[in-house]
Nanobody, 114 residues
Framework: QVHLVESGGGLVQPGGSLRLSCVGS????????MSWHRQVPGKEREWVAE????????NYADSVKGRFTITRDDGKNTVYLQMNSLKPEDTAVYYC???????WGQGTQVTVSS
């Protein structure tokens, strides 16, 4: 059974940083492309970033490019999202996803506010 657990969310001031983590189990993590998404109440879930397997090619939404970095540690079955220069509009619930299986984690809340 595929299981994804996000952590690392919280309250941060504008300009601050957070690092989100997503631990996967129940599937072959090293061969799975992974992604991060976010959702604000009343709006559709938005793709944020993705990282491929093996070589780890990355792609980012224009809204986060240059501020967010997605990485993976296959030895720990973990994908990370380093978020710098956070803005109030980054406030959302952040979800990780196994692109291969389509499975989602439960999400972690990120709030950017002074």
């Amino acid at each position: 059974q595929v299981h994804l657990v996000e952590s690392g969310g919280g309250l941060v001031q504008p300009g601050g940083s957070l690092r989100l983590s997503c631990v996967g189990s129940g599937f072959s993590f090293p061969t799975s492309a992974m992604s991060w998404h976010r959702q604000v109440p009343g709006k559709e879930r938005e793709w944020v970033a993705e990282i491929g397997s093996v070589i780890g090619v990355t792609n980012y939404a224009d809204s986060v490019k240059g501020r967010f970095t997605i990485t993976r540690d296959d030895g720990k079955n973990t994908v990370y999202l380093q978020m710098n220069s956070l803005k109030p509009e980054d406030t959302a619930v952040y979800y990780c996803r196994n692109i291969v299986t389509g499975s989602w984690g439960q999400g972690t809340q990120v709030t950017v506010s002074s």
